[in-house]
């Protein structure tokens, strides 16, 4: 059987972070069953179209999923395990808003199937978390942690961000040290951006960001650290102790195949990559009654086999151990060397890329200016005869 990862979008968070640009909407009425009714006629539709896969993977993001209540969620999950046909090891994450989450809850979660959960922690220093806006504080972290470990978890990872405005490299350090004591199997370490249509965007004149050295300074020094510690980097933004690797995000950057449900969800299924429009709204009157589900769709691209090679390297080079030129070869029918060698070459004189084993694959300065490399090789429009 063919392998798929799904992902379901949960868009409601308690309020917006103020770096945040993913699609949700503020409540305080928790998540609508209406939504969940809109979520599982989606998922009557892929269930059929999905006979022939096995779900290896399951990624309930948001927005915040931990906002559903330990009946709904059992309720999502008895869908799930209906429509699909889900494999017995699936790895199955929710991401959890520390703010949110109570041991019962937890345990209803372990419960319903949920085998790993993604804390969104973000910091252990008091004003990072203040700057940000989110909704919870430094002993909310630590108990969220305890409690997960408490309800039977083992497999938790924490998101930690860095670069944010006023911080500090020992604000930085400070945090992985209490991320260090938990020791949690995975950490997702991510750098600010600034995003359009955000509060930070719309207060960035004022904002006290660190200047591009202490940012990279940031980054260099937090990754030995996490190194030090276990952690190993295998892709640019994620580190995990041996065999810890979020096997559904891994799925993304291998150009595997998955399904998205939900207002803002994307998918990669059958050559194709296409998402939906970011409006609930319109996401759940298209599943009512007379609704008609054309209109949700936000863009639908078919890959040229031209553009599946380009997008492979492109996404492949993301992870530590890279391009496999055997593999590369299996999957195209071309050889790396022939297509990219030339292109890559300045970048091994330059230590920025490694020759491995197998292939070839960033060094650690390389990954950190993986965007701008990347965007000097890779040419979606290249002809690629037999392609
Ligand atoms: S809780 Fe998560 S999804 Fe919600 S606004 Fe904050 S960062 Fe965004």
Redesign the pocket.
Known sequence: MKKLGLYIHIPF?IQ??RY?D?Y?VPTNAGVPDEYLEALYKHMDEYGLQTQEYCVDTVFLG???PSLLTEKQMASLFKKIYRDFNVAKKAEITVEA?PGTIDKNKLRAYLKAGINRLSL?VQSFCGGDLGVCG?IHGVNENIEAFRIARDAGFSNISMDIMFGLPDQTMADIVSTLNTVFKLSPEHISFYGLKIEEGTPFHDMRDSLSLPNEDSESEMYFVSRELMQQNGYFQYEISNFAKKNKFCRHNVKYWNGDEYLGVGPAAHSYFSGKRFSFKRDLGLYIDSFSENGAQEGIIDEMIDIPPSARVAEYVMLRMRLSDGIDCEKFHKLFGRDFDSLYYEKIRPYISSGHILRTEKGYAFSPDGMYVSNYILSRIIDFDMTIPGA
């Open positions: 968070c917006k972070c945040c993913f949700s948001g927005g915040t808003n969104g989110r």
